[in-house]
């Protein structure tokens, strides 16, 4: 479930300036890009996060 949530959070991210404003201050902090994804409802871990950027990039 929680790499549903990644996907749904990097899309709203994507569409929304200010919530990828909070991403990129995180720059390669993973466990910051997450306590974002929590504030704004998507609940994942920094560790699904860098297996979907291995798996994405």
Do not use: Y
């Not at 994507?14 to 991403?23: A, L, M, P, Q, Y």
């Amino acid at each position: 479930m929680s790499m549903k949530q990644l996907e749904t959070f990097l899309a709203k991210a994507h569409s929304n300036d200010s919530i990828r404003s909070e991403v990129e201050a995180c720059g390669q902090d993973n466990t910051c890009v997450a306590k974002v994804g929590l504030r704004h409802g998507h609940k994942f871990s920094p560790a699904n996060l860098t297996r979907w950027q291995r798996e994405h990039h």
